[in-house]
């Protein structure tokens, strides 16, 4: 496990909030906790692995509320929402809004220990693909003028002379800057320069 794997616990009951802590560092995590929504809203940042682990009543800022705000901050923790009634309605309130999990109190310590489990390596994932996005658009961004030119219409289909045609240069250019930018962009195939200009929303 990642040491650095954090789960923020969100409970307006000490008692609550204590023994879940308890029992969330006993199964390796950091854990930090929170008496309310709004406190944990000042202070998050998601700079490392982790999950919000959040009742759904509360006063001052519900569950469903905070998971509004997360989003709109652009802080995208995956939730699991707890609650003292089994209220499927609302279950599936959570759920539609994005929640990972909905659990009802009190629960099993194999269920919270999945759902936690399940949410952080949703946070892992998310990380990693937008840190493979940010190292698509890194790479794209070394491209000259010339090269996303002729990468976007090969991309788009066009074989090399036509290519040519459209951009008035020889097809020996356009070989060239099909090469280097294929290189750039570690393609291994056009069918793959192809995913990576349709994944940027390159236009023609």
Excluded at 112 to 131: M, P, S, Y
Excluded at 150 to 160: D, E, I, P, R
Excluded at 193 to 200: E, T
Aim: net charge negative; aromatic share 4%; with cysteine.
């Amino acid at each position: 496990m990642d040491a650095k794997e954090r789960i923020y616990v969100i409970d307006d009951d000490d008692a609550v909030r204590d023994s879940l802590t308890v029992q969330l560092e006993a199964a390796g995590y950091e854990v930090t906790g929170f008496a309310s929504a709004v406190g944990f809203l000042e202070v998050a940042q998601s700079t490392s692995p982790g999950c919000v682990l959040s009742d759904v009543q509360m006063p001052d800022m519900d569950g469903m509320e905070l998971q509004k705000r997360l989003s709109d901050m652009q802080l995208h923790f995956p939730v699991v929402i707890m609650t003292g009634h089994a209220d499927v309605a609302l279950a599936v309130r959570a759920m539609k809004a994005g929640a990972v999990d909905f659990l009802t109190k009190p629960m099993r310590d194999q269920d919270l220990l999945d759902a936690v489990t399940a949410a952080i390596q949703i946070d892992k994932e998310r990380r990693q693909e937008a840190g493979q996005i940010a190292q698509l658009r890194e790479r794209y961004a070394s491209l000259t003028s010339r090269e996303r030119q002729v990468a976007t219409l090969v991309a788009s289909g066009l074989m090399n002379k036509q290519v040519a045609n459209e951009l008035s240069i020889s097809e020996v250019t356009v070989k060239t800057h099909r090469a280097r930018a294929m290189r750039k962009l570690s393609a291994k195939s056009v069918a793959m320069l192809a995913r990576m200009v349709d994944f940027l929303n390159i236009q023609r």
